[in-house]
């Protein structure tokens, strides 16, 4: 009991540096109630054909059930074009899932030809400048053929408007440079191509994923050569203010922290993770220890002490666990046990990085797949307690380590991107590419 007190009265005195206060209770965020307008931009030409459209109506209903639909969360409209643009659901217009959905369900299809150019336009027009919400703005252009109208210039007009375009291409008849054009870059995240109409349901968590990351995931982390949507959590804990002394680790380019026990890395949640976390991320981190306890690298608190998420060095056994939120029972943990876990325990730098799905965690150390175990559906996690940084469970006293870095990744892919760069030894065994990764580390 004593050790709960504790660690309310250090949130509390947080607490008063922010303009929620405690007792409005723990809140949760996710990717449903990201606060965000989403403009959906469908083709509804005689290509597209009547049975295709309601294809593409039962899409736009199974992305869509996936948000929470409100003033204080997200809004969602939808226009149909051919010759010209129809606005079938402004902005805005529901207060409710049901409602909105049922709306979709009646949308009927226009026929004509395919003037993608006008219909962007109308949706910068007509739906998204009558918003008065000032905050994430995302059109997703829907096309199965070549415009007959201009659109390099006004899709570049939307994004310098602070729209984010994706482009979704389906079948032989779309051109890939006009989906490049009205996307942003880089292609490989905001364009998609699919075969026919019955395989737009092959992209649908896709689709999920990537409009959940531009509503929750808003910071950008230099990697190499692009920049990857994330959390640097080291940055988001005020590493550089609170640790005095660096270390250069040896044989690399890379620079880390000495974490001791006199510092307190901690930050309020919301300031770190203010919308929560993506359905799906990579959490990488890099460090070495001696301690030979269990303690939590990085973890994710609610009001009263209860672990949301949290990557565990189990010093005893010698294995790793990975803690998050479960539809289920609140929270869940699974354990890695493989043998390569072990190596993490000999004092050298070792890189830790865990590929989460809605459906399972991977473990990978030093760029090798270690283990996979699987996980229950999780809830969004409650942002109104703190995250931290290198302490043993149910104390506030902070472990001794060093640690070189700690981010999140929001796009998955960004696992098969991510190397060892910084830990000694990879680099000569990669070394062209280490060497235009590393002056980012």
């Not at 369900?105 to 739906?127: S, W």
């Not at 364009?191 to 689709?207: C, G, T």
């Not at 070189?404 to 680099?427: H, M, S, T």
């Amino acid at each position: 009991m004593a050790k709960k007190i504790t660690f309310l009265q250090a949130v509390l005195m947080l607490l008063l540096h922010d303009s929620i206060l405690a007792q409005d209770g723990d809140i949760r965020a996710s990717c449903r109630t990201a606060p965000a307008d989403i403009a959906f931009i469908l083709d509804g030409s005689y290509s597209v054909g009547p049975e295709n459209f309601e294809i593409v109506k039962r899409w736009l209903v199974n992305i869509t059930s996936n948000f929470d639909i409100g003033p204080k969360f997200i809004q969602v409209g939808v226009v149909q074009y051919s010759d010209y643009p129809v606005l079938e659901i402004p902005l805005g217009s529901h207060d409710s899932n049901e409602k909105l959905l049922n709306e979709m369900e009646y949308i009927q299809y226009l026929g004509g030809n395919t003037r993608t150019g006008k219909a962007i336009q109308f949706a910068m027009d007509h739906v998204f400048a009558k918003s008065s919400r000032f905050l994430t703005k995302i059109a997703v252009v829907l096309t199965d053929g070549k415009s007959q109208d201009e659109v390099k210039d006004i899709a570049a007009e939307a994004r310098k408007n602070k729209i984010t375009l994706f482009a979704i291409g389906v079948g032989s008849e779309t051109e890939e440079d006009e989906l490049r054009a009205i996307a942003n870059r880089p292609s490989s995240t905001y364009v998609f191509y699919v075969e026919d109409y019955i395989a737009i349901s092959r992209i649908r968590e896709v689709i999920k994923q990537k409009l959940c990351e531009e509503s929750v995931c808003p910071t950008r982390i230099p990697v190499a050569s692009r920049d990857e949507k994330g959390f640097d959590i080291l940055q988001g804990l005020g590493v550089k203010k609170k640790v005095k002394k660096r270390i250069q680790i040896p044989s690399t380019n890379a620079k880390a922290y000495e974490i001791t026990s006199r510092i307190d890395l901690t930050e309020l949640t919301r300031n770190v993770f203010p919308e929560g976390l993506p359905p799906s991320y990579v959490f990488v981190s890099t460090q070495r220890f001696k301690v030979k306890k269990t303690w939590d690298l990085w973890r994710i608190l609610s009001l009263d002490g209860s672990p949301q998420i949290a990557v565990t060095i189990n010093g005893e056994d010698k294995t790793l666990s990975f803690t998050t939120t479960s539809l289920a029972n609140d929270t869940q943990v699974v354990t890695f046990t493989a043998p390569r876990v072990k190596i993490l325990f000999d004092e050298h730098w070792h890189q830790i990085r865990l590929l989460v799905t809605e459906t399972d965690v991977t473990l990978y150390i030093d760029d090798q797949e270690t283990e996979t175990k699987p996980l229950h559906p999780v809830l969004g996690i409650y942002i109104s307690g703190v995250t931290q940084i290198g302490k043993y469970p149910e104390k506030e006293e902070t472990v001794q380590f060093d640690v070189q870095k700690l981010r999140i990744y929001c796009d998955p892919e960004q696992n098969n991107r991510e190397k060892a760069c910084e830990i000694p030894g990879f680099v000569s065994k990669m070394e062209n590419f280490c060497k235009d990764f590393c002056m980012f580390l």
